[in-house]
């Protein structure tokens, strides 16, 4: 009997457990998740949340359907910053922009820039004695990175030329905001403005094999780096980013917005950069590139020292844009042929404009004596 009644107790056991425990949770209702927008590329978010099974569009109300339409318009803007992102690109350093340069493989080669012609025996011996010098081998290729850079074009799918933009905007802006790729807020930094491009007269824009331009609405300064490339961009970062040059850079910034005298800032640069180019190209600098041993900084100063003589010119003459030609040819006479005053020039304003205001000599002072006869106290009669 033992036996079958430790047979019994096992088969209770298992009967009793479920009357000891509580009862049963009620099943939960599955959970039932409302259609959503797609929000980001593709509309990532919105299969993971209904399911790859369920079509993006079922069940989306009007309001739902006008929130997406926002949403794939935002991407939009924030593409034509330069990524897909809902944040500006952050600016850049000019140490950074050039380093990209220096490692990236510019679509124009640099084997096809214009090599120096040969001379006869003559011209070379007239050239030593009288010429300006020929550029030290060491710093050739620093010379053909330059022109490299003047001939490659603004690309829209290279961040780092997007980050250059951004950053130029805010510097003179002074904008702690990004801003769209395309736009008539460009118009107010001085790209595409129509009648300076009719009186300074550029010539077609370079256009290297893999680059196609878009035909978007709205101000673009891509199409206005004629000549210059993303030299002329880099030129105008680096204006905008030294701590020397940078007073300068928003002082003539302002001098283009003014109500008469008024400039497109920009395409101005642009011609600026076109001059110093040039001035490279038949070996005007190569005496100060040799001193200084570099080539892109002298091209930098020079750049500089011109903005500065001009806007020198365009406040005492009362320039206007009718006459700017006449403004940059004298400028260009001035960085070819007398380049090294141009330079110095610009060290003279840097030092007076950096050197801290002196507080006024003893000698200067004048004590009056109260007991000087000539001075009459308050109150006396």
């Given at each position: ?22 009862e ?24 993971l ?16 359907r ?10 939009e803007i ?6 897909s ?25 640099r084997?096809?820039?214009?090599a120096?012609?040969r001379?006869?025996?003559?011209a ?10 020929r ?16 001939q ?5 799918s ?67 780096l ?13 204006f ?22 008024n ?16 001035a490279?190209q ?33 406040e ?9 030609a ?20 610009l ?6 404009s950096?050197?801290p ?22 109150g006396?009669?």
């Open positions: 009997m033992s036996g079958a009644g430790g047979s019994e107790r096992p088969e209770q056991r298992p009967e009793q457990r479920p009357e000891q425990r509580s049963p949770r009620p099943e939960e209702p599955p959970r039932v998740v409302p259609p959503i927008p797609a929000v980001g590329q593709g509309g990532v978010l919105q299969e949340m209904l399911g790859a099974g369920q079509p993006p569009d079922a069940g989306i109300s009007e309001e739902q006008q929130a997406r339409e926002e949403w794939e318009a935002l991407e924030q593409s034509g910053l330069g990524g992102s809902g944040a500006a690109p952050p600016p850049i350093s000019f140490s950074e922009a050039l380093q990209h340069f220096q490692s990236a493989e510019l679509p124009c080669p084997g096809k820039l214009r120096p012609r001379r006869g025996i003559l070379a011996l007239l050239r030593r004695l009288c010429g300006p010098p550029l030290r081998p060491q710093l050739r290729g620093e010379r053909e990175l330059a022109l490299a850079m003047a490659c074009a603004l690309d829209d290279e961040r780092v030329h997007m980050r250059i933009l951004q950053t130029i905007y805010r510097q003179l802006t002074r904008s702690r905001l990004g801003c769209p790729r395309y736009g008539a807020h460009w118009e107010e930094l001085g790209f595409q403005d129509p009648a300076a491009l009719a009186s300074l007269g550029h010539a077609p824009a370079p256009q290297c094999p893999s680059w196609t331009p878009k035909l978007i609405p709205g101000a673009d300064p891509g199409t206005d004629r000549g210059t490339g993303m030299l002329g961009l880099m030129q105008i970062l680096f905008v980013l030294d701590s020397r040059t940078l007073p300068l850079a928003r002082e003539i910034f302002q001098l283009s917005q003014h109500e008469t005298q400039f497109p800032f920009c395409i101005m640069s642009v011609n600026i950069t076109r001059i110093v180019i040039q490279l038949e070996e005007r600098l190569s005496r100060e590139c040799n001193r200084r041993q570099q080539v892109i900084g002298v091209l930098n100063d020079l750049y500089a020292a011109a903005f500065l003589r001009l806007s020198r010119l365009w005492q003459q009362h320039g206007t844009v009718a006459n700017a006449f403004f940059l040819k004298e400028l260009e006479l001035s960085a070819k042929k007398k380049p090294r005053q141009l330079l110095k020039s060290e003279a304003y840097l030092s007076r950096l050197r205001p002196s507080p006024p000599s003893s000698s200067q002072i004048q004590f009056t004596s109260i007991c000087d006869p000539g001075v009459e106290l308050e006396d009669s």
